[in-house]
């Protein structure tokens, strides 16, 4: 199994519910892994930037962004995110109770990385939860970790192949 990577995740949600059972699931998981939350799509895009009151935050790994919230909403803040070259990178994981198809549509046209509906059974939900955090921070090659696993092509290597084999010479 492959080693796991400690992710820093973003939780961008207003149902203090929701934030509860989605902080509550990853604590009883390992605690390896970080959680912060902002509340609407307002504080997740100045968590983002930096600004007061987020100034010495850390960069997220990986955001967990509901859709339906005051001020600004999910899809903005995808739009934001990926139109913008800082945080293009971040792997976005639309987390909502909406099931409408235009609301994936949306997620992925603005290029959310998946779309995950919230279970309404709490076991399912912590499955999922675990599930993702699984996934996030331990199987999923992030631009801003270490690929050694990997030439500089993105190609995968074998240890055993020659990556220099002889040239031929013509005769």
């Known amino acids: 199994m492959k080693s796991k990577t400690k992710a820093h995740f973003l939780l961008v ?78 792997p976005i994981v639309v987390l909502t109770t909406s099931n409408a198809e235009q609301d994936r549509i949306r997620a992925y046209q603005a290029h959310a990385n998946s779309y995950v509906v919230k279970p309404l059974d709490f076991t399912l939900f912590q499955k999922l939860v675990s599930d993702l955090e699984e996934y996030w921070s331990q199987w999923n090659q992030s631009s801003s970790h270490d690929n050694s696993d990997h030439s500089q092509s993105g190609e995968i290597v074998h240890p055993s192949l020659d990556q220099n084999p002889p040239s031929r010479q013509a005769s």
């Open 13 to 90: 949600e207003d149902d203090d519910d929701h934030a509860e059972l989605v902080e509550f699931s990853m604590k009883n998981i390992d605690g390896s892994n970080s959680l912060e939350r902002v509340c609407n799509g307002k504080e997740a895009i100045a968590y983002l930037m930096r600004e007061a009151p987020f100034t010495d935050v850390k960069r997220p790994d990986v955001i967990l962004l509901d859709l339906n919230m005051p001020m600004v909403n999910g899809h903005e803040v995808i739009k934001f995110a990926k139109s913008n070259p800082d945080f293009r990178t971040i």
